[in-house]
């Protein structure tokens, strides 16, 4: 059986036709499967919805109740039988119920990675199940950070950049942008991690991702929505946002605001500049080039299909290890989480716009 | 050198003065000698290499990396320094085994797959650093790793006595010690130029803060001073004594005016001051210490080095002062060090040679730097061809001979004449200019007045009022009062400028862009155009940017009509709606018109801001492009010789 016998690539996304299901379908579909609870991934409308049930808890937070029209909770390591395909789904190591859906089928394994990050020292990420290596035939690997100019190194020393310029600037706040499901908490539990106690404050539109978060045992420390706070109780204070938020009216509530940017991206200075970012932060929740081309590696996969992102280097990288590679275009994929401001993504640029017209405040 | 990146990458993304101040400030407070020493030598610029050039960059990365994947990061970053900064590979991941010689990426989380087989093929770069050699890098190079971080002082060090075929292997060496912050500052400070946004100025600044000086106090000390500073460092932290020595010709913080409109008028006593006028060029110091003990002799001036001078002010290094100063006249031997300083303080001596060999008696001229031609004063827009020159040809010093307007007297000789009324320092300046009687050099001439009526004609008219042909060259009046003193800084009452008034027109909103800091949220940067003929119709061309000028109130009405009239976005642009009955018209002031090719309008306006805001114009009734080209050929034929 060839791999493409089991996974095809329909309109709406990767389709098993063994199991009759899709993964992290673009469209609204009878069955799907999600890797995790990034709006890119995850849509509302499918008639079924298997997921981890923290993904499927994110969604709901997200989309309400009605999201699905029915859902059903798996863990990472059990075993599932869809009609002609067994699944199973692995820590993915990108978000909070993130994972990579395995599915094998007539003796072959084929690996859907959704978005990872596979990090050597597990506690730089204290709020989600590390990254888990399983071996397949083909593996499936986004490419977001698939340029060797991007190795994102050690988060610690970005939290202790902030750290030291929030003591620099004590009369002054300091506005993190960090997109609103994994990041925003990640980059709080590192900056307690670093021993920062004091309370650190919220845009209202992370608020419900953030109490889920820490629902589920992750310790936050005191958390105070900006929503109320006065000017001069926000000085030398850490506020966490969406990064649209740093270039909207929402910040003039802030004394002399120093603005951050957690985001892989921030690792190129151009990109950094255009969103006018002072404090850029290079910390991300996707692999880097090396974390990419270890892990492709490392599955022991002859076959490579690469999803959004710079495919065209990670393509050739396998070319020159003889692995067989192909890029796998999927429309609607890299629209949230680590896309820059909306601002050059012309499919969310139009939400954008709406977010700014109606006065770009707190939702 | 980890710090110092840090220091540099900080400032490069920084866009507040008073935040960059108290960066470098405190990286001074907390850094040690020798490092911070220099690192205040790059920040003042008083560092150069011989520069590695971006060949020999190139030529590096191409040694240890896949050209396809070069030329993919090259496209997506833009820019080389920062691509090789950021795509140098680690030495360890060079070392594991790879089917591609040289090439070896990975070795990442998930290490077992690029496990090292201890069978190390070393690049080639990492080959000429492992293999013996007979030349070793001089003055150890390699030492950084004694103590785990390459240091800064070790950088410099090297550098200054490396030979170039050296060069590349050295830098081979550092780039692999350092991670992607230092690479960047590294490649930045051995091919010069930091770019952070910093002015010698501003450094120095920051180091007075350190201990509570004033920026004027370092200025007045840096002749003597050479990097690392060790005794100037101990002295702000109070661990010595003040360094001797100091600059025989030092820069005086200038007294400035404050700005007046014809109501203020009337509260003032016409016979408490004297009146001049306003010279639109650069407002200059020009200083001659007297004559040391042993007549000096300086060598001749060194012709011009490519490089040299691209801000217009690069304070040279201590050591090199003395080469700027041409040989003194034959007969005169009075006059020591000769200095020309711009109004903020900055050494812009390299780029007047012709005036500062003017300056052959000991004193200190507070005046406007012109351009004069056939014995007429040329307008700014001829000024601003001399300006910003890399090199200072004799071509450019004999089309443009630089040209020195006297407007007072702040010392003769060795005596201080800042306490004097204003009314004596001109008459001691009177008689100074006769003495030097050097033609570069004239006295700003008094405006005969005994009625504010009669000042306001001579503003109105300055050619009628004694300015004769260099009226053009008059951009306002000033009033000084008789009794006056020198003072730093702009005191209210002593001195007023009175400026003609500006250039007028109605233009149209086209782009915004957010501003930063306290503004970041705003749009506050406007490019505004004009109507012109175009293709189909008529279509509008823009003219200019302006960032000032409205209030605080009119900022969040332009930016509010920003935000709901955007038509299309680009990163922190919006191009606004700017139709003939749509849009937003600004009525724009500025001081000065000129021709120019890097506008698609062909002029360029000099100090244009918002003047106010014409929510009442439709944008078609906005001026014509024309009508600009009309204004220029009219200053061009006011002023011209």
Not at chain 1, 324 to 346: C, M, N, S
Request: aromatic share 8%.
């Amino acid at each position: 059986m060839r791999p493409e016998d089991i996974l095809v690539l329909t309109p709406a996304g990767l389709c098993c036709k063994h199991g009759d299901f899709h993964i992290d379908p673009t469209r609204p579909v009878q069955r799907a499967l999600i890797t995790h609870a990034h709006a890119d991934h995850a849509r509302a409308g499918h008639g079924a919805v298997l997921a981890t049930a923290a993904t499927l808890d994110l969604m709901r937070l997200r989309y309400g109740d009605t999201f699905a029209g029915t859902t059903q909770a798996v863990r990472y390591g059990e075993r599932l039988t869809l009609d002609g395909a067994t699944v199973t789904f692995h820590p993915a190591g990108h978000v909070l119920g993130s994972a990579q859906i395995a599915v094998e089928a007539g003796g072959l394994r084929i690996v859907a990675s959704g978005d990872y990050k596979n990090v050597a020292d597990p506690t730089c990420d204290p709020t989600c199940a590390p990254f888990e290596l399983v071996p397949c035939d083909v593996f499936i690997t986004e490419a977001t950070f698939a340029l060797p100019v991007f190795r994102h190194g050690d988060p610690r020393g970005e939290i202790g950049k902030l750290l030291h310029s929030v003591a620099l600037f004590p009369e002054r706040a300091h506005l993190v942008g960090a997109y609103s499901l994994g990041k925003a908490q990640r980059v709080i539990a590192l900056i307690r991690r670093a021993g920062y106690a004091a309370p650190i404050y919220l845009h209202g539109a992370m608020a419900s991702i953030t109490h889920y978060y820490q629902s589920r045992g992750i310790a936050l420390g005191e958390l105070r929505p900006v929503r109320g706070a006065g000017k001069t109780e926000l000085a030398g204070t850490i506020t966490l946002c969406p990064p649209s938020a740093l270039a909207d009216i929402w910040t003039r509530r802030f004394p002399d605001p120093v603005t951050a940017f957690a985001s892989g991206w921030m690792r190129v200075r151009a990109r950094a500049r255009q969103q006018g970012v002072m404090l850029p932060l290079v910390i991300s929740d996707h692999a880097d080039w090396d974390g990419l081309t270890a892990t492709v590696a490392a599955t022991g996969a002859s076959d490579i299909w690469v999803t959004h992102g710079q495919e065209d280097a990670l393509v050739y990288w396998c070319g020159t290890r003889g692995l067989k590679a192909r890029p796998l275009d999927i429309v609607g994929y890299g629209d949230e989480d680590e896309g820059l401001d909306g601002e050059t993504q012309a499919s969310s640029s139009r939400q954008r716009q709406a977010e700014d017209d109606d006065g770009g405040e707190e939702s | 050198m980890k710090r110092f990146a840090e220091l540099l990458d900080r400032l490069a993304y920084e866009p507040a003065r008073n935040a960059k101040l108290r960066l470098m400030t405190e990286y001074f407070r907390s850094t040690a000698d020798p490092e911070r020493g220099w690192a205040l030598a790059a920040l003042t610029g008083a560092l150069s290499f011989a520069h590695a050039k971006p060949g020999l960059i190139r030529n590096l990365i191409a040694e240890c990396t896949d050209p396809v994947l070069f030329g993919l990061s090259y496209d997506y970053v833009g820019d080389l320094s920062e691509t090789v900064a950021l795509l140098w590979p680690s030495p360890l991941a060079r070392r594991t085994p790879s089917p591609l010689a040289g090439e070896g990426w990975g070795g990442g989380a998930g290490g077992e797959a690029q496990a090292s087989t201890g069978a190390e093929r070393a690049s080639p770069v990492f080959a000429d650093l492992t293999t013996p050699t007979p030349t070793p890098s001089p003055q150890g190079g390699g030492e950084q790793r004694a103590d785990g971080e390459l240091k800064l002082s070790t950088v410099v060090e090297t550098l200054t006595t490396l030979g170039k075929a050296q060069l590349p292997r050295q830098l081979a060496h550092w780039l692999d010690a350092l991670d992607e912050t230092g690479r960047w500052a590294l490649i930045k400070l051995v091919t010069g130029g930091l770019r952070v946004g910093v002015s010698a100025r501003l450094a120095k600044t920051a180091v007075a803060a350190l201990g509570g000086k004033e920026a004027q106090e370092i200025e007045l000390m840096w002749p003597g001073r050479a990097p690392p500073y060790i005794e100037l460092f101990a002295w702000l932290e109070g661990r010595a004594e003040k360094p001797a020595g100091g600059d025989p010709a030092p820069f005086r913080p200038p007294m400035l005016a404050q700005a007046l409109d014809e109501p203020d008028l009337a509260a003032l006593d016409p016979a408490d001051f004297l009146a001049e006028w306003k010279w639109d060029g650069i407002r200059v110091q020009a200083v001659a210490a007297p004559s040391p003990h042993a007549p000096d002799q300086p060598p001749p001036l060194p012709p011009p080095q490519a490089g040299e001078g691209k801000s217009m002010n690069p304070p040279p290094p201590a050591g090199e002062r003395k080469s700027m100063n041409p040989p003194p006249r034959a007969g005169e031997g009075g006059v020591g060090a000769r200095r020309l300083y711009s109004r903020t303080g900055e050494d812009i001596s390299k780029s007047f040679p012709d005036l500062i060999a003017a300056l052959h008696l000991p004193g200190a001229i507070d005046g406007e730097l012109l351009i004069k031609r056939g014995g007429l004063v040329q307008s700014f827009n001829v000024l601003q061809q001399r300006l910003n020159r890399k090199t200072v040809t004799p071509k450019l010093t004999a089309d443009f001979p630089a040209h020195l307007r006297a407007y007072d007297l702040l010392a003769d000789g060795d005596e201080d004449l800042r306490g004097l009324p204003f009314a004596a320092r001109r008459t001691r300046l009177q008689d100074f200019v006769a003495r030097l009687d050097d033609e570069r050099v004239d006295l700003s001439p008094l405006v005969a007045f005994s009625t504010w009526d009669d000042l306001i004609a001579a503003r109105q008219n300055p050619a009628a009022a004694g300015a004769g042909p260099d009226a053009a060259a008059v951009e306002g009046v000033m009033l000084k009062r008789r009794e006056a003193a020198y003072l730093p800084g702009r005191p209210k009452g002593p001195w007023w400028k009175w400026k003609r008034d500006p250039f007028i027109i109605d233009t149209v909103l086209m782009y915004a862009q957010r501003g930063h800091g306290k503004r970041s949220s705003y749009y506050s940067d406007y490019t505004f155009s004009v109507w012109t003929k175009g293709e189909s119709g008529d279509e509008l061309v823009p003219v200019g940017k302006a960032y000032f000028g409205f209030t605080d109130e009119e900022l969040v009405q332009i930016d509010r009509y920003v935000r709901r009239n955007t038509i299309e976005r680009f990163g922190p642009v919006r191009e606004v709606v700017h139709e003939p009955d749509r849009g937003l018209v600004l009525e724009v002031a500025f001081e000065g018109l000129q021709r120019s090719t890097r506008h698609k309008s062909g002029v360029a306006m000099r100090f244009p801001r918002i003047n106010r805001l014409r929510w009442d114009k439709p944008p078609g009734e906005a001026d014509r492009l024309e009508r600009l080209e009309t204004l220029i050929a009219q200053i061009d034929q006011a002023r011209a010789p």
